[in-house]
């Protein structure tokens, strides 16, 4: 069998595709799996490192509005289609998996025109462009949100790392704050804003160092590695405040925390859920408003808070954060709340339904 897949640029697009060729491997270890990229994306770094193929194709960004350049799409867009058509007949696919991005409309306009049968996954509640296509194509159409606004779409949840799915918070949560330097009889706090950092949660924790310290609480603040070197320990009287630009093993960092402070991309709200820890989301300023419908059913629900960008200061964590956080029962009860709404296995869910579409498409050519 061969799959291809298809979810470049950002790793909210690429992050599930490689959980999907994970779950695919342990179901058939045997399998070829090639993913497309372009040379923009992330993609150029973590396939590599996860041990897949990559194939690059043109990126061809899609104007969101009539703009001159939609005039310049056409033809970039052919030439993309005909690369990826070339890539699927090269490795001889049997079927293309989607997930967005610039990379996904030529996937699925090449697997189109070649037979090659389409699955589209789209983890967001708006549907981008891409996947909106995608699924005119297919039948094979599964969303990451109860509530995504896709034609025929049927809600699997989000595929997530093993690592993350199958995390025992409980049991790792001594050692993983040992790990970070962290005590292991105080309340902790995880805070992150996604791979670089957010500039005014790193700003609201920060100035608020002082009243952590006054309500007994840790603080693991992931920074971004654009505003910071190296570690560093903010401990004072006893409670740890570490910084950190970076972290490798979310999954030890999930473990040692007891709640989250951090944004609310689509890929974020699921890990959360899936290993049940409540978080206060934040979410992006800007954009569609995708950030806060990630986040709301987890916070209906009671596994999290919800607070606007331009809200979170230093009094507005002293006054939300700190009483819940050393709170047993209450975090007990949205650690339940959120886990409630994850989905831990849509990595091995979509893996089925992917080999399924395969051999239906063999015994239809039989």
Known sequence: MMVVLAGGGTAGH?????????????????????????ERGLETRLVP???YDLAMVPAVPLPRALTPKLLTVPGRLAGAISAAAGILDRVRADVLVGFGGYVATPGYGGAW??????????ANPKAGL????????????????????????RYIGIPIREQISQLDRLALGDKSRAHFGLRDDLPTLLVFGGSQGARSINQAVTDARPLFRQAGVQVLHVVGPK????????TADGVPFITVPYVDRMDLAY?????????????????????????????????????????????SAGGGLL????????????????????????????????????????????????????????????
Request: hydrophobic fraction near 40%; aromatic fraction near 2%.
């Open 227 to 234: 505003n910071a070197a190296e570690p560093e320990d903010h």
């Open 113 to 122: 025109r070649r037979g090659v049968p389409i699955v589209v996954h789209e």
């Open 130 to 153: 891409a996947n909106r296509l995608g699924a005119r194509l297919t039948d094979h159409v599964f969303t990451g949100h109860p509530d995504a606004q896709l034609s025929g779409g």
């Open 49 to 51: 490192l996860r041990g």
């Open 307 to 366: 607070v606007d960008d331009s809200q979170l200061t230093a009094e507005w964590i002293r006054d939300n954060v700190l009483g819940v956080l050393t709170d047993t029962d209450r975090v007990v009860g949205m650690s339940e709340a959120a886990s409630s709404t994850g989905r831990r296995n849509a990595d091995d869910e979509l893996a089925h339904i992917v080999l399924n579409v395969i051999r239906e498409k063999r015994s239809e050519g039989r």
């Open 14 to 38: 690429i992050e599930p595709a490689l959980a999907l060729a994970d779950a695919l491997r342990r179901a058939e270890p045997q399998i070829g799996i090639t993913c497309l990229g372009t």
């Open 255 to 299: 473990a040692a925390a007891d709640m989250a402070l951090c944004r609310a991309g689509a890929l974020t709200c699921a890990e959360l859920a899936a290993v049940g820890l409540p978080a206060v989301y934040v979410p992006l300023p800007h954009g569609n408003g995708e950030q806060r419908l990630n986040a709301e059913p987890i916070v």
